[in-house]
């Protein structure tokens, strides 16, 4: 029996349930929309437990946590740039950029922080949002540099969400980049099916969507006037990072390390500082809006 056979024969069950609970006159409590009843497949029952990461802010579970991914890093550079002291790699950008906005938001207060990485080592694709779900965070970051392939002209940030249609030619080519990162890394993952990731992305909550919608545009809106944006904003693509279907999740392209404008405010701790003020305004916003709905409910 195939895989896809397999799910949908236990899609089904739920389905006659019902039905015969209703043609037999019987009543069926429908529970409320929420996290807790999202379909979860281990697609690897044998793969070894994740070493989760610290978490910093409040030691209050109550608080919301976002966990906030770096992107690249170990043996695979990211995208690279030349910069008047040499070469300029995405890992080492994106990480300052990461490090800068946690410790924002821990100065701020009130919101929990993790990193998928702290230092230059190796997160598979997969691990980084499976940290988030086994964290059980309300909100996922992944943080990147993009490359101007030869055109130093090209600059600005953009916002990428989920999805499995590419918004245009450049999204799907920054995906198809993006997904190889294991294999950069030398990491051969057996056992992975894309009929199944498919399917987990068909049977992710609508929700959980719209909310990775919603945030990507508070970083928009809070980064007007603040930063660089590139003119086509906000995108999006079939990223293998954002496939966490309970997770909100968002990938923030902080700009191109082949255009010196954008290299120069990455690579210095007044630049980011401003790059991580507008993340964390985003963020902050996200949050007071989900607290505030969940009081009127």
């Known amino acids: 029996m195939s895989v896809r056979t397999l799910l949908l024969v236990i899609l089904a069950i739920p389905t006659l349930i019902v039905g015969g609970a209703m043609a037999l006159g019987l009543t069926i409590p429908t529970p409320e929309w929420g996290r807790d009843y999202v379909l979860r497949f281990w697609l690897d029952p044998n793969a070894e437990p994740l070493e989760l990461p610290a978490i910093a802010g409040p030691d209050d579970p109550d608080r919301p946590l976002i966990v906030i991914d770096a992107g690249h890093g170990g043996r695979d550079p990211g995208s690279i740039g030349n910069g008047a002291n040499g070469e300029v790699l995405e890992k080492d950008i994106v990480l300052a950029l990461a490090l800068a906005l946690r410790d924002e938001l821990v100065e701020g207060g009130g919101i929990r922080v993790a990193l998928t990485r702290d230092d230059d ?3 598979t694709l997969a691990q980084r949002p499976e940290i988030a779900r086994q964290l059980d965070a309300d ?3 992944s943080i990147h ?3 101007g392939a030869g055109n130093t002209d090209v600059s600005g940030a953009s916002i990428y969400t989920l999805s499995t249609e590419a918004s245009s030619e450049a999204a799907a080519r920054f995906a198809e980049r993006e997904n190889a990162a294991d294999a950069l ?9 894309a009929e199944v990731s498919a399917i987990l992305v068909e049977l992710s909550q609508q929700q959980t969507q719209d909310d990775a919608t919603e945030f990507a545009a508070l970083i928009a809106r809070e980064g007007e006037g603040a930063i660089r944006f590139h003119p086509q904003t ?4 079939e990223l293998a990072v954002l496939r966490a279907p309970d997770v909100p999740g968002v990938l923030f392209e902080s700009g191109f390390v ?3 404008a954008d ?4 690579t210095t701790s007044e630049g980011r500082a401003e790059y ?6 985003a963020i902050r916003v996200y949050f007071a809006r989900r607290t505030n709905n969940r009081a009127e409910q």
């Open 263 to 266: 290299r120069s405010r990455l």
């Open 258 to 260: 082949t255009n010196q």
């Open 234 to 237: 906000r995108r999006s693509a």
């Open 185 to 193: 890394n030398g990491i051969t993952i057996e056992g992975q099916s």
């Open 139 to 141: 909100l996922f970051l």
């Open 276 to 281: 991580a003020a507008v993340l964390a305004r």
């Open 145 to 147: 540099a993009d490359s």
């Open 121 to 123: 080592t190796i997160v």
